[in-house]
């Protein structure tokens, strides 16, 4: 068989995304501080662009004058977007151990994204956002561990699902760097495998700082004694049996590690370097005044509207006219495309915040649609809800979902709540009844055990009992793991305390 050079012509298809586009999805998990900042960059760099100063909008029921007619585009943020039903018809937009650590409890509470238990501060019913509102007050200017961690995904290459996993996890990383949060629960808010959750997980405990991301105490000191290569079995033995130093018992620790008293002081000592929490060695975020990006409340007639805050967006308008005028005065090729570049710019980021006000619009539509039980009823009512379901009713991408609802806040009668609060877990029911969202049941066990009577407090075993009961398929472990989420104490100490308190 003979070999010989040869050409070839072929035709291929690929999906390249510009940076424009990249930029756009971008815009979409921005909080308004940072549109607005990114916006004021925009308007600084490209004459074509100005800020709008708009007038006040009218009030409800008042006769609205005609506005003028103007031939340049604005953004949706200077109009009021308005859902007057929950069925949208725009067309899809996808885009403690003694003497040694301080306690490494979380303060938060596991998966508690309300700003308080009952859903947090009142607003009233009202359809607007009022007061003055600093936004230079409130930008930190130290780097956060989220700001931290997020900068170095693009160098993992992650896949875009695990790339979205990876976000996910990320905003979910409590200030001392822990990941609180089951797995499990974690693969069914996204709708993936669990395995899927813990191959990005693994590759996230690469991350700087090491030790970050790890479930609890015992983790974080594995993960940094490997990455200087000290973890060896002595050392995992040692890790295992962290409770004995607690009790400072070190005769149980030589016996369990099988060293002497010379060995087992060099592992205390080595341990001592160590950080049990990596995430306080960067700048908390700032203490912020939490403004709703969307507000939820219902009409006379029992239609829920919805609506984009258009008071912390920024407004922003293209001016054609300088652009005619100086497209006039332009001679050279360089100054002809400069201008073309700076109008196509200005139009593209009209339009991007456009789409990004109508997107978030989008979705939280749906998602007062599917938790209409919860904006009448409470938390009791709460539905078990993943992105993937918001993302199939709306026709959009579960990335796309994810980016909307992480840091933006919905305003109800009931109070402010993260966005993200609203997907929760499902806890199976008996028989054939319906599932109950995570959230519902940790609402039920706060209430079961504010009443229960001082004589007879109930066990857990107890609150698993009456749960059933109840139609809610629920183990001893989990009703453990959502009491102390709600820094609810164990009956023991609960009924010491009522004793005490007579």
């Keep these: 068989m003979a070999l010989s050079p040869r050409l070839e012509l072929k035709h291929t298809q690929t999906l390249v995304m510009t940076p424009q586009l990249q930029q756009a999805i971008k815009l979409l998990q921005y909080t308004n501080i940072e549109l607005n900042d990114f916006v ?55 885009t403690d151990y003694d003497n040694l650590y301080e306690s490494d409890r979380s303060q938060d509470g596991e998966g508690q994204t309300g700003l308080s238990l009952n859903g947090g501060t009142p607003i009233g019913s009202g359809g607007s956002y009022s007061g003055d509102y600093d936004f230079e007050q409130n930008v930190s200017a130290a780097e956060t561990l989220k700001s931290h961690l997020e900068a170095q995904v693009p160098l993992a290459q992650f896949s875009p699902s695990d790339e979205m996993i990876a976000h996910f996890l990320i905003d979910m990383v409590d200030e001392a760097g822990y990941l609180r949060d089951e797995l499990e629960i974690v693969a069914e808010k996204l709708g993936c495998t669990q395995e899927e959750v813990q191959q990005v997980l693994e590759r996230l405990q690469e991350f700087d700082p090491v030790g970050v991301f790890a479930r609890d105490l015992k983790e974080c000191l594995a993960l940094q004694l490997k990455d200087r290569d000290r973890l060896d079995p002595v050392m995992m033995v040692f890790l295992d049996n962290l409770e004995l130093l607690a009790k400072r018992d070190f005769a149980g620790l030589k016996r369990a590690c ?123 009512h709460l539905k078990p809800l ?72 109930l066990s857990d075993d107890k609150l698993v009992e009456i749960l059933k009961q109840e139609g809610i398929e629920i183990a001893r472990r989990t009703v453990a793991k959502y009491r102390e989420a709600l820094r609810i104490p164990s009956s023991v100490q609960r009924r010491r305390e009522k004793k005490l308190a007579g």
């Design 386 to 457: 993943n992105l993937k379901a918001i993302a199939e009713a709306i026709d959009m991408h579960e990335s796309t979902v994810s980016r909307v609802t992480s840091n933006k806040y919905l305003a109800c009668e009931r109070g402010i709540f993260e966005m993200k609060y609203f997907f929760t877990s499902a806890i199976p029911a008996s028989g054939d009844g319906e599932a109950h969202s995570a959230e519902s049941v940790k609402q039920r066990i706060r209430e079961l055990i504010d009443a229960e009577d001082p004589k007879a407090v």
């Design 258 to 380: 099988g060293v002497d008293e010379e060995d087992l002081a060099d592992m205390v000592e080595e341990l001592r370097t160590l950080n049990p929490k990596p995430g306080l060695a960067f700048g908390g975020e700032q203490a912020q005044v939490v403004v709703p990006d969307v507000f939820v409340r219902r009409s006379p007639k029992g239609i829920w509207l919805v609506e984009v805050n258009s008071d912390t967006l920024p407004k922003v308008l293209v001016n054609t006219a300088y652009h005619a005028e100086l497209a006039g005065r332009a001679h050279e090729k360089a100054e002809k495309t400069y201008l073309n570049d700076c109008l196509a710019n200005a139009n593209w980021l009209v339009k991007a915040l456009d789409q990004r006000a109508r997107t978030i619009l989008k979705v939280a539509t749906e998602l007062v649609r599917q938790q209409e039980g919860f904006f009448l009823h409470g938390v009791r």
């Design 40 to 94: 004021a960059q925009e308007v600084e760099k490209n004459p074509l662009l100005e800020f709008s100063e708009g007038p006040e909008p009218p009030v409800e029921g008042e006769p609205q004058p005609e506005a003028p007619r103007v031939e340049t585009p604005l953004s949706a943020a200077d109009i009021k977007l308005r859902s007057d039903s929950v069925s949208e018809r725009e067309a899809p937009l996808d």
